[in-house]
């Protein structure tokens, strides 16, 4: 069974980077899509990036386009993301989220790791 560990959040000002780390232990060979989601207090809970297996597929939410950069280092079965130029609105729960059955469903998901933007 695939587990989601995250890492990497914190409190920076608007303009300011962060990279996140995502560490996906189980069955060796496992091969699957990933995502990062976010979900502010008092909203739902919003896709913001996925990657394919092999990372010649990526998709972004509208809103960080050309701002977030998702990669993966599948030797070490770690996903990350990188946020630059951030802002307030930015400020969210971040969590990795794994459809690990490559059913087109994220099944598998992480504890979350906080980012918060200060303007």
């Known amino acids: 069974q695939v587990q989601l560990a995250e890492s990497g959040g914190g409190q920076v000002q608007a303009g300011g980077s962060l990279k996140l780390s995502c560490v996906a232990t189980g069955p060796p060979f496992a091969r699957y899509p990933v995502a990062w989601f976010r979900q502010a207090p008092g909203k739902d809970r919003e896709f913001v990036a996925a990657?394919?297996?092999?990372?010649?597929?990526?998709d972004y939410a509208d809103s960080v386009k050309g701002r977030f950069t998702i990669s993966r280092n599948n030797a070490a079965i770690t996903i990350f993301l990188q946020m630059n130029n951030l802002k307030p609105e930015d400020t969210a729960t971040y969590y990795c989220?794994?459809?690990?059955?490559?059913?087109?469903?994220?099944?598998?998901w992480g504890q979350g790791t906080q980012v918060t933007v200060s303007s």
């Open positions: 989220a794994a459809d690990s059955q490559n059913s087109g469903d994220y099944d598998t």
């Open positions: 990657i394919s297996w092999f990372g010649d597929s990526t």
